[in-house]
């Protein structure tokens, strides 16, 4: 099993894997997946501070954690599929299916994570706000965040083909 996981064959590149590897690191460049957080960062403050007192300074650093927390998550998320499933990503062989089972097997686990991760955090930093509706609204800003991140990645895999 080991030997499968570290022989990569010519149309299954590690920069393949990566590329698609995890929310909200979809981008496999350190200074894209930094950038790309922006946004995110900027959207959950955003949706929190509707119903809550939390600060930006609170949000960037559960975004931070749990982005480096979800790399390794994501990194062995791929290396079960493509070890137990034997699902790889390839820009030229690759079907619609393969790319909707890694993306969602990569991002469920990693969307878990970030709510519970990012929630257990500003939980005891936000004034206004328990149980429930505490987390149905880190949920929410979670669902748009991963959807803003969603297109941005969409744009960028777009900018990348033309």
């Known amino acids: 099993m080991a030997d499968k996981l570290l022989k990569v064959s010519p149309k299954r ?36 501070r509707r119903r809550t007192s939390v600060s930006w300074r609170d949000v960037s650093v559960a975004n931070v954690c749990s982005t480096i927390v979800g790399i390794p998550l994501a990194l062995v998320s791929v290396m079960v599929l493509g070890s137990m499933f034997e699902v790889f990503l390839d820009k030229n062989y690759s079907r619609l299916s393969d790319v909707l089972f890694v993306l969602l097997a990569v991002t469920v686990p990693c969307f878990a994570l970030s709510v519970y991760l990012e929630g257990s955090y500003l939980r005891s930093r936000v004034i206004g706000l328990s149980g429930r509706s505490f987390w149905f609204t880190v949920t929410k800003a979670h669902c748009y965040s991963y959807l803003a991140l969603l297109v941005i990645y969409c744009l960028w895999i777009s900018a990348e083909i033309s």
């Open 13 to 48: 590149s590690a920069m393949t894997l990566l590329a698609n590897v995890a929310v909200p690191l979809f981008f496999p460049q350190p200074l894209l997946a930094l950038l790309a957080l922006m946004p995110i960062i900027a959207i959950e403050t955003l949706l929190l």
